[in-house]
């Protein structure tokens, strides 16, 4: 427990970070990732959130090796209300009456899922079958990829209303979905003895390769995301999908049992669905601003013609 709360103040601390230092670089594009790179490597801003994101990756580690996968991201959600607190002090972005009850909506799904453990009755597995978590990630991080390149053509459309970022959100949370699922593989094979057989056991993984491929693309689409989104919406959108993908999918995956009390059952299906109908509901564009009204002339002045 300590450590997924640790992992979530360190996670929305990184973000946080990133983004105000995103909001101050030229702007990025996935189609110049070296460019990308190179400018947010030269900013000391932005490193240090990234480290405070692998710091938090190091949190998560310990918390698969302990916790069932529903359970932990039932905790890491709850760090979004961390997240909308940090954005709005240190960025100074503003939700959205409706955007403030879909974040509700959505810790409340997610809390529904939590309520579905019974603490002793779920077992925590260390182990999935290969060629099952290869037929899961494919599709998805193919999807994820086609989903970004598909927001990324609709917003180079001129007089196209400004995105919320949920597109992206989507996109990006199904690769760290992806990300999650190879750092729960790759928390089977910490150990104590044996460093040598459990590196070369790990290297005869799926995982390492994952993870090297969400991290890649994973960093420069997240990065080009958030400099044109708000983080108060992009990233609890990204995260709900990303814990959606990883409690559902990697549940299943790793054969951890679903309940079998039919109320549990009822509450982890029914909150499954209702994170997923809020986020199907979430405005997917922002408005633009009002144009200031013309000056109106005095009254009792007399309007002046071109001669």
């Known amino acids: 427990m300590a450590a997924a709360l640790l992992a979530n103040t360190l996670y929305s601390l990184g973000f ?7 909001t101050a670089l030229p702007q990025v594009s996935i189609r110049q990732p070296a460019r990308l790179l190179r400018l947010v490597l030269g900013s000391p801003l932005w490193i240090g959130g990234s480290l405070a994101l692998a710091a938090g990756f190091g949190a998560q580690l310990v918390v698969y090796r302990t916790l069932p996968i529903a359970a932990a991201q039932g905790i890491f959600v709850s760090g979004l209300v961390l997240l909308v607190l940090l954005s709005a002090r240190l960025l100074g972005e503003e939700t959205s009456g409706r955007e403030r009850y879909a974040l509700g909506a959505i810790l409340a799904a997610l809390l529904m899922v939590v309520l579905s453990l019974r603490e002793g009755s779920e077992t925590v597995s260390q182990a999935a079958p290969y060629p099952l978590i290869l037929l899961v990630c494919v599709p998805s991080l193919a999807a994820g990829v086609w989903l970004y390149n598909s927001a990324e053509r609709r917003t ?18 199904l690769l760290y979905g992806v990300s999650s699922l190879a750092i729960k593989g790759v928390s089977s094979y910490l150990t104590t003895s044996d460093l040598g057989g459990a590196l070369l056991d790990l290297l005869g993984s799926p995982y ?13 689409m997240s990065q080009a995301a958030l400099q044109r989104c708000r983080a108060s919406l992009i990233v609890p959108v990204c995260t709900t999908v990303t814990s959606l993908y990883t409690a559902v999918l990697g549940t299943l995956s790793f054969g951890e049992s679903l309940p079998e009390d039919p109320l549990r059952l009822a509450l982890r ?19 633009r601003p009002e144009p200031p009204p013309s000056p109106q002339p005095p009254i009792g002045a007399k309007e ?3 001669p």
């Open 16 to 22: 946080v970070l990133e983004k105000r230092a995103l």
């Open 156 to 173: 180079r459309h001129r007089h196209r209303l400004p995105t919320t970022g949920v597109e992206y959100g989507v996109a990006v949370g």
């Open 208 to 220: 390492p390769y994952l993870l090297l491929f969400t991290g890649a693309f994973g960093l420069v």
């Open 269 to 287: 299906v029914a909150g499954t669905a209702l994170a997923v109908a809020v986020l199907l509901s979430m405005p997917r564009h922002d408005r």
């Open 304 to 306: 002046l013609t071109p």
